[in-house]
């Protein structure tokens, strides 16, 4: 995720230089209410990060085509319309936003799905915990990892 963390100091550096607050963009393409709620919940928790979210793929694709590219995706497998491992293959072929980090957010357990997703060219494979904690403990530290560029 060498974008994201490039990302990041350079809202660290505007944000020190002109004294503005700005904040990472991350697009959630989620079909799941709850999901979502709890991917804003985590991720947008101290104001750093913004999530706007899609409800199924044709919208999502809709999203990340009309404005700047986002710092991330965070991409369900299963959508309605258009599925999420064909818009990881839409996404890498658009040259605005082939070099956009994609994780894959899903409940999808399945070896085929994964090395789909590896092949089309998502950067990270995360499978959805159905523990409310652990699934928020997950998200924050992909926002760490979004904000900080750290793991821990």
């Known amino acids: 995720m060498k974008r994201a963390v490039n990302a990041v ?3 660290g550096d505007a944000e020190r230089f002109w004294g503005v607050n700005l904040h990472l963009d991350v697009v959630a393409i989620e079909d799941n209410p709850g999901d979502a709620r709890l991917i804003r919940e985590a991720l947008e928790e101290d104001g750093r990060v913004k999530v706007r979210v899609a409800w199924n793929g044709t919208e999502g694709l809709a999203l990340l085509e009309e404005g700047p590219p986002p710092d991330l995706i965070l991409l369900d497998i299963n959508l309605p319309g258009v599925g999420g ?8 072929a658009n040259p605005e936003l082939k070099d956009v980090p994609i994780v894959m957010f899903t409940s999808s357990q399945l070896l085929e799905d994964v090395r789909d997703a590896e092949t089309r060219g998502a950067d990270m494979f995360v499978v959805k915990p159905f523990d409310v904690l652990e699934y928020l403990s997950v998200l924050r530290r992909i926002r760490r ?3 900080d560029g750290s793991d821990s």
Do not use: K
Not at 85 to 92: D, M, N, Q, S
């Open 145 to 147: 990892r979004l904000v």
């Open 85 to 92: 491992l064909e818009i990881v293959t839409r996404i890498r």
């Open 9 to 11: 100091s350079a809202v």
